[in-house]
């Protein structure tokens, strides 16, 4: 085999024809710039030599492949007129640049930018120097067949003008060019040697004589000149028009819009919007959050009015006591100042202002009675407002902000009514003032329409906008007609109006009774026929119509049914056809499938419980139904307050007519009602869940760092991870790194089998013993990670591996104790080993290594690790039911928890402009976001990279320092940016380096100086001599910060109080704290995982997913006389005791029933989730009685008769149709059609699988499995060896070719075995998804880019479930070809040839290309 041929199919695996062709754009096809280095171009031209025997060939068939590009030569010869003008354009060229974008600009949109590329600074001097001698050698090189998609990079040949001088001007035309460099290595001088031998001869000219390029020596030129002029008369025109394209080239700057797309700049957050927010002087959270009411601002009176509707809307859910009721509304009030007002953000609020958000009380010490020492008085403080309440305030600040907008609109549209209309109704203002919910103010916006909808329109036409205006109700004409009609008076005669009738159910005011008029209802419908309704029947009917429908938009009445709906509502859940069969046993929507009964109340401790109803409902499963418990009494009720109270047939001929008119208005009103209190209750739960993901959120943001014995909490530890990743351990190997404490890998490997193997034993013990590290971190993606854990805890009891020392208290002597083995969870690294930031991150290291390498740091700062996913923290689960959220809102409760957080912590500024891991913390540091944050780190950067002082950060115009963030900004982040004190520095603030606000450093240095005892005039010439931070840094120096806890603080913040009228004493008790130890720890200690937790992790199984009486498929590992070994899917491993085997008899072996490798079902009768075991038994008995949740519905909230009844109804309809008659003991068994089957593995995960019935009979049956999304393949499966009609055959066979022993067989080695290699195909390099139209376009515009390359590509053929298409494009001019390639169980089959794996695949591709290719040649000679 050639050498040509050869790289062809072995390098696959390694280089790929695109990979290192840095000009392309993998996404997109499109070009761009390319940077080449000194080595690519200097090709062996030997290399050209090999290809020329083919390169003829290689044209007739691959029609243009490689465009040629001769380099040309050019004469650069130049006099000083010449050199005077290119020294004009070089300047010009340099205020140019100046003008160009920030290389900082272009770099932070390169980086997610693969089609662009800043251009690197050129070499072009090096190929001067030795242009004549290696241009051939470099110039292009025709591929030959062999080489066609090949994985060798072919990158076009530099064809810079100046690429070979010329030498006919003078040698040295270049001196002032380029600056030579003096070459190090001796073959660069030699080459320049020869270079000056030969311009040597050239130098002397001709006799002496100089001679220009038309060949006219100097008298000749004299002569010329003299007769013709030298063209400077002439020169100011030149000059002119150069000033002019100087001056228009200034004033064209180019900006980032002009060079990147708008998505691109959208994603890196750099739009005009983007860079308003920039550098806007306001928290960036507030500026997003506020963005959509940007257009007015709240304050007086109504901050006064937000403040009470925030307070009241809060106080039901605060468990506080009455007369706490008026301190609360001061609290919430106060806030909204901080927010409002103030612009500050809730960190802020709750480090610096904690004495708002409790009342404190001063009252009489009780002990002081007895205790005359005891102080007289002590501090009864009560928390008012906690962290979470912060964030909640400010979610209904904006919600407040949307509620004042409409409400503003209602009352502008009102006011035109008044002035234009002279519309006067006083209920609309009234009810304004006192609606508190959209929903109200939704009902006044329909009362209006519907009232004044005539005078609406004339509004509108009188405005201007009356051409194609939408009326506000589509049914308005025919209500209007009715009002200009006889047939008001009839409504008229009802007795009172509906905002009476609404007024007497909600008992406002004095009840107004019905007057009966004095004819029937009948009788006067008659005389008041007319025209457009000429029937007394028409007249009625009409009259109840438009009674109801203003009934039916009452603002009160609205009011009156939704309070009766929420205090007595109930949900009920009734399913429908599609749910009947969708929903069985094992669906997660069972749980409320025959749900009734429900109350408001119910629903509101398990909030997850009716927003699967919601979800259920929205894809079609179940109805939910909200009706009132008390309906009868209800409309009794509504009825008693509008009947007439008359006896008399009159008056009963009316009251059944206003009766009539309740049961029209009743059913409107309850359909919009119960909507909208399920839509408002959908919101409630969202709410609750969203608190629920944002308490588990938090729960892991609070750990500090792994605190092994005798450290300091919040120290990092040095850390030693280990991995297994999915291999097997006493056969694969177990990938290791070393973590230095600043996150460095200093050190990484591969262990063996450290159960059997003393080589890797001793290798790891001599690792562990020469790296000493703190702790060590284990986990994996399998069941046998749990070995690894057990081996490496093993090894240390064994070996007696130490940790770190530490000093015992009780003996005050350094001991040590066993390294700690921490199993440790793995989440964020499962999501970091293979993303582009690992990789550009650890290029060099496996993916398993950099697993490795996340779980370490994880160990050392979880919450750096949080932070570092950005929105792919929406890939992790903190409540199993949190795919029911929107996931906006979902991720920005997640956000507040990173916040609290982030800012409890503090930041270390200049550790953050430095480390790009600890920059994630910047976007959630108090008044920054993700837009500020890179700003941040800019200007710090211009300012010289690093930051002296807090003060420094809003500018030091002395220090020649640019501010970095503005003032508001500033108060928000400054006390959460620290500085690192240092003591050698006299300007270094020691307060900088604590959680206190620069507002409040005067008084830290007051405590400070009241701790040493200095009075004023000690206090001044500490300051005068050594600073302002002089007496903190005293107290530092001379170790005396515990004198702090002496201080008395109460005096403190009394003079504060009565002083100042600033509440100090929380922020006292914080000053005193971080003068003993700056920026202490306060997260809580590292969280090791439960028993349960690291099960869940191992093997993928919940207690819901895997539990006791579960009937599982297992596979038969060992089988001994007595006993037998199964081993689960999810890989732990359950023991069958002889007497759990059905069909075993005391005189017989257990091999006689059962055999190794076989697949059969059992029942989980024990789980140890702890040492990964279960207790499993075969026995028929206990298979034939199927595993049920526990149900602890009582007959009230389940309608337990519907379950029956539909039960009974499927095996019914199942006899009729005959379809469904067997029943397969198999959990996978569901008695579906094929659209059925894939309507349910829609929402299931590719590679799923359904056992269906076959419509060719009963010796048949389907496998239905997800290919991918909205791609199903259904397998028929025919039976042999059947027992009888309806039992599963024990021989399965599907195409005739493959042959199983059951079903669970069949599902492992066939279908599982298929998905896997579906899996591995789509995670390919190669697989490109989305249509074949969106393949062939990528095809077509990368091989535009790059006209002399080739290029393939797989992907997914749509109408062919299992088949993928390969296809590939020679060159620019050929066409694109697709083959076809089929995946069967452990391979892909292409063109009757199967490939074990996708490398193969590739190679196999490329052998198959080249035969058919050489075919051609052959066939063309």
């Known amino acids: 085999m050639s050498n040509a041929m050869r790289d062809l199919i072995v390098g696959e695996a390694e280089l790929d024809d695109e990979e290192e062709d840095e000009s392309f754009d993998e996404e997109t096809g499109e070009a761009r710039e390319r940077t080449r280095t000194r080595d690519q171009d200097m090709d062996d031209s030997s290399e050209e030599d090999d290809d020329d025997d083919d390169e003829e060939e290689a044209r007739k068939i691959r029609e243009g492949f490689i465009v040629d590009e001769d380099d040309e030569d050019e004469d650069m010869v130049e006099d000083e007129d010449e050199r005077r003008k290119r020294r004009k354009r070089k300047r010009r060229q340099e205020r140019e640049e100046e003008a160009q974008l920030d290389e900082e600009d272009l770099d932070l949109i390169g980086e997610n930018a693969p089609e662009w590329e800043r251009k690197q600074p050129s070499q072009g001097y090096k190929r001067l120097k030795r242009g004549h001698r290696d241009e051939d050698a470099r110039g292009n090189e025709r591929r030959g067949l062999d080489e066609i998609f090949s994985d060798e990079d072919d990158e076009p040949v530099d064809d810079r003008p100046y690429a070979r001088p010329s030498h006919r001007a003078a040698a040295d035309e270049f001196a002032d060019f380029i600056i030579e460099d003096d070459p190090e290595d001796e073959d660069e001088r030699q080459r320049q040697m020869e270079d000056m031998e030969v311009a040597r001869p050239r130098d002397k000219g001709i006799a002496g004589r100089i001679v220009d390029r038309a060949g006219l020596d100097k008298d000749a030129l004299e002569d010329m000149e003299a007769i013709f002029g030298n063209g400077e008369d002439y020169q100011w025109a030149l000059d002119e028009e150069e000033e002019e394209d100087e001056r228009q080239r200034e004033e064209q700057t180019l900006e980032l819009k002009d060079v990147f797309e708008p998505s691109q700049l959208a994603e890196k957050l750099l739009t005009d919007e983007d860079n308003a927010i920039r550098f806007t002087d306001e928290p960036e959270r507030f500026q997003l959050d506020r963005k959509p009411f940007e257009h007015f601002s709240i304050q007086g009176e109504q901050l006064k009015e937000e403040m009470q509707w925030i ?20 609290s919430v009030g106060k806030v909204l100042e901080y927010f409002v007002l103030e612009g500050l953000e809730v960190p802020y609020i709750f480090q610096h202002r904690k004495d708002y958000l409790i009342d404190a009380r001063k009252v009489r010490n009780p002990e002081h009675r007895n205790d005359p020492e005891a102080p007289e008085y002590i501090i009864e403080a ?37 002035e234009i209309a002279h519309v006067n109704d006083d209920m609309i203002p009234e009810m304004l003032s006192r609606a508190i919910t959209m929903e109200e103010l939704q009902d006044l916006q329909d009362y209006i329409n519907f009232q004044y909808s005539a005078q609406l329109k004339d509004i509108a036409a009188m405005n201007g906008v009356a051409k194609g205006r939408k009326r506000p109700n589509a049914k308005s004409t025919d209500f209007e007609r009715i009002r200009r009609s006889n047939v008001y008076k009839f409504v008229k005669a009802l007795g009172i109006s509906p905002d009476q009738l609404a007024q007497n159910a909600l008992r406002e005011g004095q009840k107004v009774m019905s007057n009966d008029e004095p004819s029937l209802p009948i009788d006067l419908a008659d005389s008041l026929t007319d025209s457009e309704f000429p029937t007394g029947d028409q007249v009625l009917s009409q009259a109840r119509y438009m009674y109801a429908e203003e ?20 949900v009920s859940c009734h399913r429908t056809e599609k749910g009947l069969r969708r929903i069985d046993d094992l669906h997660p929507y069972y749980e409320i499938k025959y749900l009734i009964n429900q109350t408001i109340g119910d629903l509101a401790r398990r909030p997850e419980l009716f927003l699967k109803m919601m979800k259920a409902e929205e894809e079609g499963l179940i109805e939910v139904k909200l009706r009132l418990q008390n ?61 629920l993901c944002r308490e588990e959120y938090s729960k892991r943001l609070d750990q500090a760092p792994y605190k092994p014995k005798g450290m300091m909490l919040g120290t990092t530890p040095r850390v030693l991870a280990l991995s297994n990743g999915m291999g097997d351990p006493s056969r694969d190997p177990i990938f290791w790194v070393w973590v230095e404490e600043d996150g460095r890998v200093i050190d990484h490997g591969k262990f063996g089998n450290l159960a059997r193997d003393e080589t890797q034993r001793k290798a790891f013990v001599d690792l562990v013993e020469r790296r000493k590290p703190d702790v060590i971190g284990v986990s994996g993606f399998s069941t046998d990670t749990h070995r690894v854990v057990r081996e490496v805890e093993s090894l240390v009891n064994e070996k007696n591996l130490l940790g770190p020392e530490f000093m015992d208290q009780s003996t005050n002597e350094y001991v040590s104790e066993l390294l700690d083995v921490v199993v440790v969870n793995d989440e964020v690294a499962r999501l970091y080993k293979d993303s582009p930031r690992a990789q550009a991150d650890h290029p060099t290291l496996s993916s398993n290594t950099r697993y490795c390498v996340a779980l370490a740091r994880y160990l050392q700062n979880p919450m750096k690790e949080y932070a570092a996913l950005g929105k792919d923290i929406m890939s992790l689960l903190f409540n199993p039911c949190q795919h029911l959220l929107p996931e906006e809102k979902l991720l920005k409760h997640l956000e507040t928890s990173m916040v609290d957080m982030v800012n409890l912590c503090g930041v270390d500024i200049n550790e953050a402009v430095n480390d790009a891991y600890t920059a994630n913390l910047l976007p959630y540091i108090a008044g920054l976001g993700p837009r500020k944050a890179t700003s941040v780190i800019k200007a710090i950067n211009s300012n010289g990279g690093v930051v002296t002082s807090r003060d420094e950060l809003v500018g030091d115009p002395d220090n020649n320092k640019l501010p970095v963030v503005g003032p508001r900004v500033w108060n928000n982040c400054a006390s959460f940016l620290y500085i690192e004190y240092d003591a050698t520095n006299p300007t270094s603030e020691p307060l900088d380096n604590t959680r206190v606000h620069p507002e409040d450093y005067e008084l830290g240095r007051k405590m400070a100086g009241d701790a040493l005892e200095l009075d004023e005039e000690d206090v001044k010439a500490e300051i005068d001599e050594n600073g302002a931070g002089a007496v903190v840094r005293k107290l530092y120096r001379d170790d005396e910060q515990d004198k702090v806890n002496e201080l008395i603080l109460e005096e403190y913040a009394e003079q504060l109080e009565s002083r100042y009228n600033q509440r100090k004493r929380a922020t006292l008790e914080t000053i005193r704290a971080e003068l003993q130890v700056p920026y202490e720890e306060l997260r809580h200690p590292y969280s090791t995982l439960s028993s349960d937790q690291i099960f869940t992790m191992f093997t993928g199984e919940t207690k819901e997913s895997l539990a006791e009486g579960m009937i599982v498929p297992v596979n038969l590992r060992v089988v001994k006389d007595d006993f037998a070994i199964a081993k689960f899917d999810c890989g732990i491993e359950g023991r069958i005791e002889a007497h759990e085997v059905g069909g075993y008899k005391s005189n017989m072996s257990i091999r006689d029933v059962i055999h190794v490798n076989q697949t059969i079902q059992a029942k989980i009768l024990d789980l140890n989730r702890k040492e990964f075991l279960a207790k499993l038994t075969l026995r028929e008995d206990a298979l034939r009685r199927p595993y049920k949740k526990h149900n602890d519905h009582d007959r009230g909230t389940w309608d337990f008769r519907l379950e029956d009844d539909d039960k009974e109804a499927l095996r019914e309809k199942d006899k009729i149709t005959g379809r469904t008659q067997r029943v397969i003991k198999h959990p996978l068994f569901k008695p579906f059609n094929s659209t059925q089957a894939e309507e349910f593995l829609g929402s299931q995960s590719s590679g799923d699988v359904v056992i269906r019935p076959s419509s060719k009979g ?30 599963v055959g024990k021989t399965l066979r599907i195409g005739g070719k493959y042959t199983y022993t059951d079903l669970d067989e069949l599902i492992v080695d066939h279908v599982k075995a298929m998905a896997k290699k579906v899996d591995e195909m789509m995670g390919h390099e190669k697989f490109k998804s989305g249509s074949i139209a969106d393949v062939e376009k990528w095809l077509t515009t990368y091989s535009d880019a790059n006209p002399a390359r080739s290029v393939y590509r797989f992907c997914i053929n749509p109408k062919r479930a299992g088949y993928f298409f390969l296809c590939f494009k020679a060159s620019r001019s050929s066409p694109i070809n697709m083959w076809d390639v089929k ?5 892909f089959e292409m063109k009757q040839n199967q490939y074990p794996h996708m490398v193969a695949l590739c190679n196999g591709f490329k052998l198959r290309f080249n035969s058919e290719m050489t075919k051609m040649q052959q066939m063309r000679r």
């Not at 008056?651 to 209190?677: P, Q």
């Not at 039976?1279 to 039992?1287: A, D, G, N, V």
């Not at 995946?1383 to 391979?1387: L, Q, R, S, T």
């Open 1258 to 1287: 009963n010796d048949h049956l389907t496998v239905t499995w997800k290919v991918a999304d909205g791609v199903y393949q259904h397998i028929d499966v025919l039976e042999l060896q059947k027992e009888t009609e309806f039992s």
């Open 382 to 418: 009560e928390k008012l407002l906690t962290q979470d309440d912060l964030w909640r305030i400010h979610e209904l600040d904006i919600k407040y902000r949307s509620f004042f907008e409409k409400r503003s609109v209602l009352e502008k549209t009102y006011d035109n009514l008044k």
């Open 551 to 570: 009934l039916f938009v009452s603002p009160r009445m609205r009011k009156h049914f939704r309070q009766a709906f929420y205090m007595g509502g109930e």
């Open 1383 to 1387: 995946v069967v169980p452990h391979a």
């Open 631 to 691: 309906e009868k009494d209800f409309r009794r009720q509504l009825q008693a307050e509008f009947i007439s109270e008359d006896y008399s047939e009159l008056a009963d001929a009316w009251n059944e007519e206003r009766k009539k008119v309740l049961d029209l208005a009743f059913i409107k009103l309850e359909k919009v009602i119960a909507k909208g209190v399920k839509n408002s209750l959908q919101t409630a739960c969202q709410e609750e869940l969203l608190k």
């Open 311 to 330: 307070a009241d809307l809060m106080w039901p859910k605060k468990q506080l006591s009455s007369d706490m009721h008026g301190p609360f509304q001061k």
